[in-house]
């Protein structure tokens, strides 16, 4: 009966509908796209493809009046009298005569600036017209790939069979194309509500699309616009402290509104800013379009070239409001010779504007999908969608959805499977994988070889690792298990262990999981794993500094953790550890042969003969919980997927609980709490901030394990994309209690907002990172850092680095250093 009823309301809102169609051209018949099509005084709105192909539904028939509107292009109003349900109407535009003598030019002054002087003094009324309002709207995404090869760097680039099939020989063609159709319930800044009436994907049955409107918000109003970095508005403002400003032409649209074509000039090239053109309303001073382009260094995004964002606005005489009715966002990148593409077209129609909303209009849920909004059939797009298809996106979804059958059948998938899975001699050394599609699990074995995970320590020496991972999903339910086993041995001490895992995901929901491991492994003595195996096989080889401490760790445990409510997480553990000290048995390096390694005992380094604890056992449960205030989500069919509120800190808080020792001096209860935030300052940077605070309880005599560890660094080598949770010179184990703590790590990335203005320097496109890291435990002096340094360096695209000069001092000892960052190391370890 709902089924029926929804048909049936759909069916006469079909049949009250008129479609206006047609192709847009100019005076040599060449195609214009994205012009704005829109019914006069409503907000029926459109724009047209590519081919300069539009269709346009009004609610009415009879005497409409159609406004096409165009930048460069004269505005034109066309009356139709038409009781036809479907009409024809092609349309040629004349271009623009831009006029200056409308202007009186005073020499002394850009007259530019004054109407951009006026457009800030009257942002704030004509932003208040449109900050609350309810909306259709519609989205079609664009992805495209242009030349790709089969092999990149001698790896073999794999999209996955449905992907590759859709490129032709050279590598080119639609990688992604969806459209949704929306209500959006909007309030400024930030307040959303957006339910999906419809969603499709093509070649995906599944058909839920990532484009909504909470990530296609533009307001060139606010003084800032987020792409990553925060970029300027031309009318922000500060705007004049980063802008020129040129006074190109004046034209009249077809309610006799007098716009200025006004060009936004960059006064310095490496800042957060925007190039191209401003259209000003005279009077109002409002916004009529935006047509700007972001360099991809602008926003601190190398491998994009440039982006394109293209906004329209109309004019209502009804409520005298200019609301956006089109948004054009385009790009293009590259990388290893490689282009890539994007188009995405925006439509914003039947505006209603309320004076307010219900309290309870908004709460934490932006987005949501109706049912069956995956299932609509082509009928209903042909009819529904504003922008016709183009003959390529149209080719898409048929080759698709056509091939989408064959390739989900049994016999196809098996098909695929079967070629891929043949096995080769060679592959008992090398690895093999094993997937079953049809069936959804995979096997992988890493090979006796397995070369990439040859690390070095001076417990094992030499060692590798080999094993075998099996995996099952179901996408529909959200259900994943994972079961794996790894072996590792090491040629020092000729000793091989095994530890082995496994993972159980029951939803996408609430993230409802289980998972739990057992065996033997070597372990650090602090479990946060401050030094990577990587670096500590590198420090060790070639400059004889072996900084990695292990214990041999036999242990037992098993992990359950949800979401309880919106925004909270809980996980909680039991575990069994028993815990054996371990000694050096090699002494090999590649230089420095001469030197000697420091111990293995932490507290003792030159200490060679005695253990850093006594081999024990115990049983330790923890109880933590994450908090996200202010969590949004979006729900989709297939799950939930939370968005963290910038404005509000993430809290963390633990519990844990050694007991069942066997000695009653290992047994202790530890609290501790920290919170994450991230501060945003505009254009001038982000903050961010780490505080960390705990306590033991009846732990006098633990195990030096079990201590609170903090996260040092003596390599020099900084591996993480920011350093808020480590000391940069602290030794690993110097300042490790058993007590209470307070930590704190602050660090502000200017995203350019000083080096961008620095003359010389700012060729090299970077951000400044300023920082302070601080510690307190009873009985020491307080460990201080202080650091400044260069972010987002390195060569062409790739920008994987980062320098910093450090300053610490802890009572009267007081250390200089500097630390290189090399983020590629955090991937390869």
Not at 76 to 85: C, D, M
Not at 362 to 378: L, Q, R, T, Y
Request: hydrophobic residues 35%; charged residues 25%.
């Amino acid at each position: 009966m709902r089924n029926y009823t929804l048909f049936t309301f759909l069916f006469f809102s079909f049949s009250n509908f008129a479609q206006i169609k047609g192709t847009i051209t100019d005076e040599k018949g060449t195609p214009l796209p994205f012009v704005s099509i829109l019914e006069e005084n409503t907000y029926s709105s459109t724009t047209s493809n590519e081919q300069g192909n539009y269709q346009l539904n009004v609610k009415e028939v009879g005497k409409n009046k159609i406004i096409f509107q165009y930048l460069g292009f004269k505005t034109q109003k066309i009356t139709l009298s038409s009781e036809s349900k479907a009409v024809i109407l092609d349309v040629k535009m004349l271009e623009e005569s831009f006029a200056l003598n409308e202007v009186i030019i005073d020499q002394k002054n850009n007259p530019a600036n004054a109407i951009i002087k006026n457009a800030i003094a009257n942002k704030k009324e004509n932003s208040e017209k449109t900050a609350r309002y309810t909306a259709d709207f519609y989205s079609k995404g664009m992805f495209k790939v242009k030349d790709l090869p089969k092999k990149i760097l001698g790896q073999k680039v794999d999209l996955g069979e449905d992907m590759s099939s859709n490129l032709d020989s050279t590598g080119t063609g639609i990688l992604y194309l969806s459209e949704t159709i929306s209500k959006i319930t909007f309030e400024k800044p930030d307040k959303l509500k957006e339910k999906i009436i419809a969603s499709k994907i093509s070649g995906n049955n599944r058909g839920y699309s990532y484009n909504t409107a909470a990530l296609s918000t533009y307001d060139f109003y606010e003084n800032t616009l987020d792409f990553d970095v925060r970029l300027i508005s031309p009318i922000a403002d500060n705007a004049f402290n980063y802008y020129k400003y040129k006074l190109e032409g004046t034209f009249y649209d077809d309610k006799n509104h007098q716009i200025f074509k006004i060009k936004v000039i960059p006064k310095r090239d490496k800042e957060p800013v925007f190039e191209g053109y401003i259209y000003i309303v005279d009077d109002s001073f409002a916004i009529y379009a935006i047509d700007l382009d972001i360099k991809g260094y602008r926003m601190k995004n190398e491998f994009t070239e440039i982006m394109t964002l293209k906004q329209s606005f109309s004019y209502n005489s009804k409520n005298k409001i200019w609301s956006k009715n089109a948004q054009t966002l385009s790009f293009n990148a590259g990388i290893f010779g490689v282009k890539f593409s994007g188009n995405f077209n925006y439509i914003y129609s039947n505006y209603e504007f309320p004076d307010s909303f219900e309290k309870k209009t908004f709460g934490n849920e932006i987005v949501a999908f109706e049912a069956n909004a995956n299932k609509k059939d082509n009928a209903f797009w042909n009819q529904i969608r504003p922008i016709p298809l183009t003959i390529e996106e149209s080719t898409d979804y048929t080759k698709k959805d056509s091939l989408l059958t064959i390739r989900k059948s049994r016999k196809y998938t098996d098909s695929i499977d079967a070629k891929n899975n043949k096995f080769k001699v060679w592959d008992i050394l090398m690895g093999y994988d094993y997937k079953n599609t049809f069936k959804k699990h995979s096997f992988d074995y890493k090979g006796l070889l397995n070369l990439t995970s040859l690390r070095f320590n001076t417990v094992q020496g030499f060692n590798f690792d080999s094993g075998f991972s099996f995996r099952k999903w179901n996408e529909d339910k959200g259900k994943s298990t994972f079961v794996s086993t790894t072996f590792n041995y090491g040629f020092s001490d000729y000793r091989f262990r095994v530890i082995g895992e496994f993972n159980h995901r029951f939803n996408n929901l609430n993230y409802a999981a289980i998972w739990g491991s057992g065996g033997t492994k070597l372990a650090q003595f602090n479990n946060a794993e401050p030094i990577s195996k990587l670096i500590n096989s590198i420090s060790s080889l070639f400059f004889k500094d072996n900084y990695m401490k292990l214990y041999n760790l036999e242990f037992a445990q098993i992990n359950y953790g949800q979401d309880i409510a919106n925004g909270i997480n809980l996980n909680a553990k039991i575990a069994y550890e028993q815990r054996k000290p371990l000694f050096n048995t090699t002494d090999y390096s590649f230089f420095k042969k001469d030197d000697i390694y420091s111990s293995n005992n932490p507290l003792r380094p030159d200490d060679f003969v005695t253990a850093a604890f006594d081999r024990h056992h115990l049983f330790k449960t923890a109880l933590n919980a994450r908090i996200n205030f202010g969590n949004k989500y979006i729900s989709r069919p297939d799950g939930r997927y939370n968005i963290k509120n910038a404005k509000y800190p993430t809290v963390f808080l633990a519990f844990e609980k050694a007991f069942a020792a066997s000695e009653k001096k290992y047994e202790f209860e530890r609290i501790g709490a920290s919170v994450q935030y991230d501060l945003s300052l505009g254009n001038k940077g982000l903050l961010g901030m780490n505080f960390r605070a705990g306590k033991y309880f009846n732990a006098e005599n633990i195990s030096f394990i079990d201590y609170r560890h903090f996260n040092g660094n003596q390599t020099h080598i900084g591996t993480s994309e920011r350093y808020l949770n480590v000391f940069n010179l602290m030794p690993y184990y110097e300042n490790s209690t058993n007590d209470s703590y307070l930590e704190m790590h602050l660090e502000h990335n200017d995203t350019g907002f000083i080096m961008n203005k620095i003359p010389l320097l700012n060729l090299l496109k970077s951000t400044m990172n300023i920082g302070f890291h601080s510690l307190a435990i009873p009985d020491r002096k307080p460990y201080s850092e202080f650091t400044v340094g260069l972010d987002n360096l390195g060569f062409g695209k790739f920008k994987l680095f980062r320098v910093d000069y450090v300053h610490s001092y802890q009572g009267e000892i007081q250390q200089n250093g500097v630390v290189f960052g090399l983020k590629i190391l955090n991937v390869l370890d």
